[in-house]
């Protein structure tokens, strides 16, 4: 595939990021297909499928004062075909406490988009967290 086609699937895995950490779940819905599966540490281990189990996490009170910006570190898109990819990366997370000190978290993250009528739709997550 293309390095424009690998651009746009970094693209929307920001975009996606972006949306998690905003709270947007307008943006985070348009860009995840209905059946989305995941294994994540909220799941417990468990398979979920479907988007209910991560909306119940967007309708949670947010402190809106908390700034956060979410970084993607050493990404890696391997196309599964001219529909189909796997972005792999870690998930770099930068918040700041009540007492103004800055904190870093990491997550490993897969993703896998496929695109269907010409629009990519994130199909499934497997995330992990770092002690």
Same mark, same amino acid.
């Given at each position: 595939m293309t390095r424009a086609a690998e651009a746009e699937l970094l693209n929307l895995s920001q975009k996606l990021l972006e949306a998690i950490v905003a709270g947007d779940?307008?943006?985070?819905?348009s860009l995840c297909d209905e059946s989305l599966s995941c294994f994540e540490p909220e799941s417990r281990g468990q398979l979920v499928v479907g988007l209910a189990f991560h909306r119940f996490y967007f309708t949670l009170p947010a402190d809106a004062k908390a700034p956060r910006q979410v970084t993607i570190s050493q990404p890696h898109v391997r196309f599964l075909g001219r529909d189909a990819a796997v972005v792999?990366?870690?998930r770099l997370t930068q918040t700041v406490d009540e007492h103004g000190r800055p904190h870093t978290t990491?997550?490993?993250?897969?993703?896998? @988009?496929?695109?269907?009528?010409?629009? @990519?739709?994130?199909?499934?997550?497997?995330?992990s967290a770092s002690p």
């Open positions: 779940w307008s943006t985070y819905a792999s990366y870690v990491r997550m490993e993250e897969t993703r896998v @988009w496929q695109r269907r009528d010409g629009q @990519w739709k994130h199909v499934h997550l497997h995330r």
